[in-house]
């Protein structure tokens, strides 16, 4: 069974910083783009970090760089992103998926993710 599951989601400061998960179990990260996005209250969901698996590069939306990194470590099957100067518009659930599409850029985030975790909450507050 194919499984993403996030987790370090919480409440923070606006200015503070969280690290979040993601365990995938079922497949390997190998030959996939994996990513996060970011679904704030009543928005749609969107795209802020991603490493491509055409070339291993990452891209960030960009409202999030220099704020937000994105990892992995394949050897774990454990991605991350390393938040920090949270402000409250980050606020939202945050979701882990991987996709074997290629892409780059800001396509990375428009093509179909094959895998979706359940989602993790993030609350700054101001």
């Known amino acids: 069974e194919v499984r993403l599951v996030e987790s370090g989601g919480g409440w923070v400061q606006a200015g503070g910083s969280l690290r979040l998960s993601c365990v995938a179990s079922g497949f390997s990260f190998d030959g996939y783009a994996i990513a996060w996005f970011h679904q704030a209250p009543g928005k749609d969901r969107e795209g802020v970090a991603c490493i491509v698996n055409v070339d291993g590069s990452t891209f960030y939306e960009d409202s999030v760089k220099g704020r937000f990194t994105i990892s992995s470590d394949n050897a774990k099957n454990t991605m991350y992103l390393q938040m920090n100067s949270l402000k409250p518009e980050d606020t939202g659930v945050y979701f882990c998926?991987?996709?074997?599409?290629?892409?780059?850029?800001?396509?990375?985030?428009?093509?179909?993710?094959?895998?979706w975790g359940q989602g993790t909450q993030v609350t700054v507050s101001s």
């Open positions: 998926a991987a996709s074997s599409a290629q892409a780059m850029g800001v396509m990375s985030f428009v093509v179909p993710y094959d895998y």
